[in-house]
């Protein structure tokens, strides 16, 4: 719900109330076989309340501001039953557990933003924000006969502990823009974030149950935006260079990490601020309008390296954080034509992207290699607009990759499993708004 309050020509309130709740579950089976490799049920019970306040006010013709403040609230349960008594061969038998774990987080946060009209074509922008987290963990883990022996012996201790999270931080942002034309600006800034810290969510043993800190990052970054031939032709270009702190990876094999005793460092799925590292790339996006045709592309290049590491992690300097192409892009054109009945438009576009890794210890079983996947769409719309049918054509050329690999034998488990993408997908959509 939100309520806007106009006091006069420059000066307004505006308050933003969200509720939100969802519940989910699912099921897997990482091996599709007869044998119990990775069998899992789970869920997700969530609730969440959230309100925000915002003053917006003018200052004659040099200054716009806003000033606000943030509050938000969730509840989380993560009701599960693992039984993953083969994925690490030598835990046989006591790998099997029930849990139901909920999570109570806040967020408060405070801001201010700034933008001064230095002259016509010169702008400086100035933001801050004050943001203060916390997090209160509680673990249940049982037997299905509801013990914590049997084949809950490995995950017992966790039953009945709790571990908790604060953190708070200021981040900034500094911006200054020209107009050189109406159509063409040049800018620069300077601007921090980060990632919320917490504790483990999935440990596998009481020890295992550690803080990790908020990942914060700060990046310079320079750009044009333009427009061209009567806004016919858009064309936007920036280069940056990040610099990482308390990097956030998730181990898979974790003796010695964070006080973690070797003896209880595996099996692991910890979050560990694991280093630091630098991030330089270069983003490209165009967009062409003539009549009913329309072309757009975009492309990006990243090169990512870590300058410092914690060693336990097993992280070497050589290797790039999880999910990290070096280039991806995507291009594509369609045409509308019109008639009586309403309009055809029809569109083929493509996206690529070069290779990743899905774990933080990179190794050949957790390489996906790049790949390119292409897609159509052909839809009618009337000429009221209130309705849309469409038929799409996804992975049109049938490509076989991989969405996602999940390797366990590199850190001492039994198995390597992925995700195989869709094949050649076709759809009829019919859309319609009241």
């Known amino acids: 719900m939100s309520v806007d309050w106009t006091l006069n020509e420059s000066l307004s309130l505006k308050n933003i109330l969200a509720l939100r709740g969802y519940s989910s579950s699912w099921s897997e089976d990482n091996d599709e076989s007869i044998w119990p490799v990775g069998l899992g049920i789970e869920g997700l019970d969530h609730h969440q309340f ?65 933008i001064y009209h230095l002259t016509p074509q010169f702008d400086a922008t100035f ?119 308390d990097i956030q990876l998730t181990l898979l094999q974790c003796a010695g990490v964070g006080g973690v005793p070797p003896a209880f460092g595996t099996p692991c799925a910890l979050p560990y601020n694991a280093g630091s590292g630098h991030e330089k790339g270069v983003e490209f996006e165009t967009q062409l309008s003539v009549g009913g045709f329309r072309a757009d592309a975009n492309l990006s290049y990243i090169d990512f390296k870590y300058v410092s590491l914690n060693a336990a992690t097993g992280v070497s300097l050589s290797m790039v954080t999880p999910w990290t192409p070096r280039w991806q892009g995507g291009a594509g054109v369609q045409y509308t034509i019109p008639f009586t009945a309403g309009s055809f438009t029809g569109r083929i576009d493509g996206t690529t992207r070069s290779g990743i890794y899905t774990n933080a210890v990179n190794g050949p079983y957790n390489h996906i290699g790049g790949y390119t996947v292409y897609n159509a769409h052909l839809m009618w719309e009337p000429p009221k607009g209130n309705w849309q049918i469409s038929v799409q054509g996804k992975n049109i050329t049938d490509k076989h990759y991989w969405l996602n690999v999940f390797d366990l034998a590199s850190s001492g488990g039994a198995s390597v499993g992925g995700v195989p993408s869709p094949p050649l997908e076709v759809d009829l959509e019919i859309k319609h708004t009241m």
């Open 50 to 114: 959230s309100e925000e306040l915002r003053v917006n006010g003018r200052w004659g013709a040099l200054l716009d501001y806003t000033v606000g403040g943030f509050y938000f609230r969730e509840l989380t349960v993560y009701p599960a039953h693992e039984d993953l008594r083969s994925v690490f061969p030598t835990l046989a038998g006591i790998f099997n557990f029930i849990q139901n774990d909920p999570t109570l987080a806040h967020d408060k946060a405070g801001y201010l933003h700034l």
């Open 127 to 245: 933001g801050a924000r004050f943001t203060d987290q916390d997090k209160l963990y509680h673990y249940v883990r049982l037997n299905p006969q509801g013990g914590t022996g049997g084949s809950a012996t490995l995950v017992g201790s966790l039953n009945g502990a709790s571990a908790y999270y604060h953190a708070n931080r200021w981040d900034w942002r500094g911006n200054l823009s020209y107009h050189l034309t109406d159509q063409a600006m040049v800018y620069g800034q300077y601007s921090t974030g980060f990632k919320g810290g917490g504790v483990d969510p999935r440990p596998f043993y009481v020890q295992q149950a550690v803080q990790f800190n908020p990942e914060s990052l700060a990046t310079y970054e320079v750009g044009t935006k333009s427009s061209w031939f009567d806004n016919h032709l858009r064309t936007n270009l920036d280069g940056f260079f990040s610099q990482y702190r």
